[in-house]
Nanobody
Framework: EVQLQASGGGLVQAGGSLRLSCAAS????????VGWFRQAPGKQREGVSY?????????HFADSVKGRFTISMNNAKNTVYLQMNSLRPEDTAVYYC???????????WGQGTQVTVSS
């Protein structure tokens, strides 16, 4: 059974940093892309970043977070990290961990973690 456990959210001032963790179980990173979506109040869920578990380790970032967020994968710990720097109030949202099968695009979701950035 695929399970994703997100953690690391919190309250931070603008310009600060947070690191989100997505601990995964029940599947091999080799066959998945793992990443993060976010949903702010009154807005649709949007993709933030993902990293492929395939050998190319391809990453993707939404334009709104490029240059501020980085994503990494620790295969030994079955965990994906989202390092968020230079946070802005508009980054405030619930962040959801997502895993997607590379061949079929079937998604799996973890619970959300709240990130609040104060101005």
């Amino acid at each position: 059974e695929v399970q994703l456990q997100a953690s690391g959210g919190g309250l931070v001032q603008a310009g600060g940093s947070l690191r989100l963790s997505c601990a995964a179980s029940g599947f091999s990173f080799d066959d998945y892309a793992v990443g993060w979506f976010r949903q702010a109040p009154g807005k649709q869920r949007e993709g933030v970043s993902y990293i492929s578990g395939a050998s190319d380790g391809r990453t993707h970032f939404a334009d709104s977070v490029k240059g501020r967020f980085t994503i990494s994968m620790n295969n030994a710990k079955n965990t994906v990290y989202l390092q968020m720097n230079s946070l802005r109030p508009e980054d405030t949202a619930v962040y959801y961990c997502n895993a997607r099968v590379l061949t079929t695009a079937r998604p799996y979701w973890g619970q959300g973690t709240q990130v609040t950035v104060s101005s």
